[in-house]
Structures are given as C-alpha cells and as structure tokens.
C-alpha cells in the first residue's frame, strides 16, 4: 500500500512538471539550401533533427503556383498560405503581405506573448512590416554571424514564446559559386550557427523548465547548377522541414528515400512549405480557425 501511495504521488507529481513546462518555439529559416546537400557535408548539427522533404512553388499548375524566389516563399512560410493569398510575388520591397502572419495570430491570442524576429535578409520584415509592430525585438542585415548572437542573446535573456531567425550565406554560396567545395564550406559554416542556437534552447530548457520545438526550412531549392532559382522545376521546388521533436503521423510518415521523378510526385509525396505556421500555432495551443484559411495542416499533434 504505501509503495502505490509513492508511485502515485510521483505520477502526479511528473504530471504536473510536465504541465508546467512553457512551451517555446524556434524556426531558424537557412536560405537557398538544396536538401540533397546536406547529406554531403559534415553537419552534426543538422543530424539532430528529424528531416523530412518538402516543397515550395505552390501547386503547379493551380491558382497556388507561385516562383521559387525568396520574397514569396518567406512570406509563404510565415503566413502559412501561397502567394495567391499573401499577394507577395517576387523579392522586391515594394509590396506588403496581404495576409496575416504567425507573429499575429500569436500575438493576438496572447498580448503578452514575447516574439523576435531576426533577418540576415531585410525584406523578410519589410514584406511584413504591417506585422512587425506585433513583434517585441525585431533586426535586419549585418549577417549571418550577427543575426545568430542577436538570437542567441534573445533565448538567454528574453526566452521568446516564438523567435524566427533567417540565414542567408548558403544563398549567397549558391549564387556565387553553384554547388562545390565554397557551397559545402558554407552549409558546414552554419551547421556551427545552428550549433549554439540549440546549445542555447538546452541551457534554457534545462534552467526554466522549458519545452522548446526547433524547426528549420528553407524557403527554396536550387537549378541543376546551384546557381539559380526562382522555376518550377524539380530541384528550385524542392526544399525541406526538420524538427528536433516526433512529429504526427503527417510528418513522420514522409519517406525521404521514395523515389521522386515529377513535380507532381514531389507536391504529392512531400511536405507543403505551407505547413510551417499551422505547426507553430498547434504547438503553442493557438486555436487554429477556419477563417484563416490556412493552407496546411500541422505537423505536430
């Protein structure tokens, strides 16, 4: 009897550290990395997650198809809808979101909610800048190696509900170089940024009794060469979502080895880049309502 009493009384007690923990969600956005390349290099960082293809472009050929370019598909990954909705149709500042992001919906279910967003790529906060008043600490440009000590003050001092950080070298590699030894050099330079982002997350959760969700995306595939983007074509539209935490059935049942040959197997067999937003919401118990129109279902149950 007093041996059931004991476990009893641990099981309740765990139950209520674990309904205590504060859930946090990190989304580091690497720009322009085909997901092949990954596997290329020597990235102990990234083979902590749990990665899973995916796709950008919209639906070929249907009212969502929209290009592989950077503007769109931040904008994509941020709201959780395609260009036909968020209006966003290249990378020129001159244009605004026309749908709400996921730093509003956060925001507007919780006034106290913390969020930063931190963009090596000053666009991704002028796209949404009807939105970047919904966000507490807010940077752009200066780098990559900038943007990271920016967010990883933010997780030691601040603790973010939600913090998004863009990372734009690989882009750059890509443009300049195509694929080769400068591109690996610099996917592997990031892996070492995404490696004091996490050590950060675990220092926060092993003091404050947090629960962090990390994911990472990239907004775009590259052409055959590593050069350019912005095509429906199979590689530009092929892109990935990696978690450090089990997804659901949605996410866990997407096999990478599955052999693509069209874009229509890719936009069937993978993961919609539309899904990020849903994700994070479900996560961080946002009601997700109908009227939002999103257009993916979460990730995580």
């Known amino acids: 009897m007093k041996n059931s009493r004991i476990l009893a009384l641990f099981l309740v007690c765990t139950s209520l550290t674990l309904f205590s923990q504060k859930k946090k969600v990190l989304l580091i956005g690497i720009d322009g990395l085909q997901f092949e390349q990954i596997t290329q290099t020597n990235t102990p960082n990234f083979d902590k ?22 503007g769109p598909s931040w904008m994509t990954i941020l709201t959780g809808v395609w260009a036909n909705k968020h209006k966003v149709v290249s990378n020129s500042s001159n244009q605004t979101s026309k749908s709400k992001s996921v730093f509003n919906y956060i925001k507007t279910a919780n006034s106290k909610s913390y969020m930063s967003s931190i963009s090596t790529w000053k666009n991704i906060n ?11 600490f807010s940077s752009q440009g200066e780098g990559d190696d900038h943007s990271t000590s920016l967010a990883v003050s933010q997780i030691n001092d601040k603790a973010p509900d939600f913090i998004f950080i863009h990372l734009d070298d690989i882009d750059h590699a890509g443009h300049t170089h ?30 404050n009794n947090e629960e962090w969700l990390v994911l990472l995306v990239t907004d775009h595939g590259r052409d055959t060469k590593g050069k350019g983007h912005g095509n429906q074509t199979l590689t530009e ?3 990935f979502i990696g978690m450090n935490k089990k997804g659901n059935l949605l996410f866990e049942g997407i096999n990478n ?7 229509k197997d890719l936009e069937m067999f993978t993961l919609p880049q539309t899904a990020i937003v849903p994700t994070i919401l479900k996560y961080l118990n946002v009601p997700i309502k109908k009227e939002w129109k999103l257009d993916a279902k979460p990730l995580v149950d």
């Open 49 to 70: 997650f749990t990665i899973k293809k995916g796709f950008a472009g919209g639906v070929l050929g249907s009212e969502t198809q929209q290009v592989t370019s950077s």
């Open 126 to 136: 002028l796209l949404l800048y009807k939105d970047m008043y919904k966000v507490d």
């Open 178 to 207: 195509g694929f080769g030894n400068e591109y690996s050099e610099t996917i592997e330079k990031i892996d070492a940024l995404i490696g004091k982002l996490l050590l950060a997350v675990h220092q926060r959760e092993k003091r």
């Open 237 to 239: 539209k092929t892109i």
């Open 257 to 263: 080895n599955k052999k693509i040959r069209t874009i």
